[in-house]
């Protein structure tokens, strides 16, 4: 199952028509028009980037973990992987990545999985689900917390056991890594830039991330 297909950019960063810095815990929610490219660049190594993905114009149609597997046959992510919708529409393509693989099975962090997870006393932390639900808050009521779904992890190592369980390992990313998605059509793109202090997907200190958009 494992997938390291590493592939290099072309494209230039002052060749951007967008680039902002997400802080740890912070959110970002932007549609990427057909044919933009979308780059989210690790600055210092290990951070996990829970993202979602809808398509712009139907915004029920939200990435699907499932259809995406089973259209590729693997449950980890990287340079070629289709990143498919409910509906089995082709949101984007992956066509850079040089961290290898991206975890599509370990979900975002909640209140309620911080105190399964670690402890009860967890439960007041920031999580990833707040920060979605705070993003999609923002939309003029275009998105409700039925449009969560299980979600992307870029740069987060999740194995899968012998007996089929999970496990949060140290990150395989460094800093400076980066993973790019074409949108194949209008896409939402919804991030939350993990604040998560209990496993050592990012090396237990939260950092901040990257965004840069290439116009077609």
């Not at 496990?167 to 890594?177: E, T, Y």
Request: glycine share 8%; net charge negative.
């Amino acid at each position: 199952m494992a997938v390291f297909n590493r592939v290099e950019s072309p494209r230039k960063v002052e060749d951007a028509v967008h680039s902002e810095v997400i802080q740890a815990g912070d959110g970002w929610m932007h549609v990427l028009k057909p044919g933009q490219v979308l780059r989210i660049v690790d600055l210092e190594g290990n951070q996990a980037a829970d993202t979602l993905f809808y398509d712009a114009d139907h915004p029920e149609d939200h990435y699907s973990a499932v259809a995406t597997i089973a259209g590729q046959g693997n449950i980890y992510l990287s340079t070629g992987s289709v990143l498919r919708a409910e509906s089995g529409k082709a949101l984007l393509r992956i066509v850079a990545d040089t961290c290898g693989r991206h975890d599509t099975v370990g979900g975002s962090c909640s209140a309620q999985s911080n105190t399964v997870r670690y402890s009860h006393d967890k439960l007041s932390m920031h999580n990833c689900r707040d920060t979605f639900m705070l993003q999609l808050a923002g939309q003029d009521g275009a998105y409700t917390k039925r449009d969560l779904a299980p979600n992307i992890n870029f740069f987060m190592n999740v194995p899968v056991t012998a007996d089929g369980g999970l496990k949060f390992d140290d990150g395989v990313s460094a800093p400076g890594c980066y993973v790019e998605v074409e949108s194949l059509g209008s896409s939402m793109v919804l991030i939350s830039n993990c604040p998560q202090l209990n496993n050592p997907c990012n090396a237990y200190n939260p950092t901040p991330i990257q965004v840069l958009i290439w116009e077609k």
